[in-house]
């Protein structure tokens, strides 16, 4: 049993800033990448930034020079430090762990329950 669980979310005025934080938990016996997506109403799930366990970065353009994610691979923690936050980055957010368990031993996505970022102009 794998658990990916965010926190951070929140309402913010454009300008300010928020962290996201994921935490996976459980029979882990590897993680690679890790990342967040994002969905808003209306919407398709998009990629706002990925980190690969050897700490390669990948950003969505939108949010080029705004956020910046981070992961502590001792403690299978991935953030997303978000600055000059804009109404359009109003989303839920989805923390994404391609990983092992112990009992499959195979690659596979799993994902946390969203949490909401609401930026008002």
């Known amino acids: 049993q794998v658990q990916l669980v965010e926190s951070g979310g929140g309402l913010v005025q454009a300008g300010g800033s928020l962290r996201l934080s994921c935490a996976a938990s459980g029979s882990i016996f590897s993680i690679d990448d890790m990342g967040w997506y994002r969905q808003a109403p209306g919407k398709q799930r998009e990629l706002v930034a990925t980190?690969?366990?050897?700490?390669?970065?990948v950003y969505v353009d939108s949010v080029k020079g705004r956020f910046t994610i981070s992961r502590d691979n001792a403690q299978n923690t991935v953030h997303l430090q978000m600055n000059s936050l804009q109404p359009e980055d109003t989303a839920v957010y989805y923390c994404k762990a391609v990983l092992k368990t112990r009992a499959t031993m195979f690659w596979a996505d799993y994902w946390g329950q969203g949490t909401q970022v609401t930026v008002s102009s």
């Open positions: 980190i690969a366990s050897g700490g390669r970065t």
